[in-house]
């Protein structure tokens, strides 16, 4: 599927998640597969997806949210989005000490691979339908330079 480019680094991010998250939805229940595919999956989401998160809710998210009440498919997108947040975190929160289980792991797993497809196949669509020239710059702008390409022109 063709994006734009400047929602492109947005997709690139979700590459490296798509993988965490096909490889710890087999976890098995061996104690040392748990803790390792747990610590990828909240490393990912904790650490290297906050200002992805935060660039969502607070550029793309924000942007769209005054389209809300005159457009269903913005509505659904931004409730499916702020769910899909929550629930995210809810799941990577343990209680101090705790350990996590096979099935906290594929739980896990499954929302987070659920929530990259989501994004893919309906959010950034709605975005690329919806956002101006000047907000879809914006997000390009505040995207880590790491996931950029030099041949996007930008």
């Known amino acids: 599927m063709k994006r734009a480019k400047q ?8 590459h490296l998640g798509l993988h965490i998250s096909r490889h710890a939805k087999d976890c098995e229940a061996h104690p ?19 200002h992805h998160f935060d660039l969502e809710d607070n ?15 913005v509505a659904a997108v931004l409730s499916n989005l702020e769910t899909q947040h ?3 975190d809810e799941l990577t929160q343990l209680a101090e000490g705790a350990r996590p289980s ?19 196949r309906e959010l950034l669509p709605v975005a690329e339908q919806y956002l101006t020239q000047e907000t879809l710059d914006a997000i390009y702008a505040a995207s880590p330079d ?8 930008r």
Request: no cysteine; charged share 25%.
């Open 102 to 120: 096979q099935e906290q792991v594929i739980e896990l797993a499954n929302a987070l691979y659920d929530h990259i497809r989501f994004e893919e």
């Open 7 to 14: 929602l492109q680094p947005l997709s690139r991010e979700h």
């Open 32 to 50: 040392d597969q748990i803790n390792e595919h747990w610590s990828a999956l909240t490393t990912y989401i904790n650490h290297d997806m906050a």
């Open 146 to 153: 790491n996931v950029k390409r030099i041949d996007e022109g």
């Open 86 to 88: 929550r629930e995210i």
């Open 59 to 73: 550029i793309l998210a924000a942007a769209l949210l005054p389209l809300k009440a005159s457009h269903p498919d």
